[in-house]
Nanobody, 122 residues
Framework: QVQLVESGGGLVQPGGSLRLSCAAS????????MGWYRQAPGKQRELVAA???????NYADSVKGRFTISRDNAKNTVYLQMNSLKAEDTAVYYC????????????????WGQGTQVTVSS
């Protein structure tokens, strides 16, 4: 069974923090690079952060220095630590698995999680 399950979203005030988790099927986690994408209403789905099986990371300019992606191989889980959150970060955040050789783009994602809502508001 192919499965990606996100958790950790919620409502936070500007400047606050959240940590998102994506628990993946073992076979998926071992083969694919993992990315966090987000989509706000009326917007295109966009890359937030990504990490390869080798640990190389990539971040959108808008979150660089505030967000950190990491992976725990023992738990088959990828995390997104989000600090200094802004209202502009409000979106549904999706975990995606994609072939390591593909570009960091939503069209390259092979498997998607169900998404978790992040709302940043006072």
């Amino acid at each position: 069974q192919v499965q990606l399950v996100e958790s950790g979203g919620g409502l936070v005030q500007p400047g606050g923090s959240l940590r998102l988790s994506c628990a993946a099927s073992k076979i998926i986690f071992n083969i694919y690079a993992m990315g966090w994408y987000r989509q706000a209403p009326g917007k295109q789905r966009e890359l937030v952060a990504a990490i390869t099986t080798g640990g190389t990371t990539n971040y959108a300019d808008s979150v660089k220095g505030r967000f950190t992606i990491s992976r725990d191989n023992a738990k088959n889980t990828v995390y997104l630590q989000m600090n200094s959150l802004k209202a502009e970060d409000t979106a549904v955040y999706y975990c995606g698995a994609q072939p390591a050789s593909t570009t960091w783009d939503p069209t390259a994602v092979r498997y998607w999680g169900q998404g978790t809502q992040v709302t940043v508001s006072s």
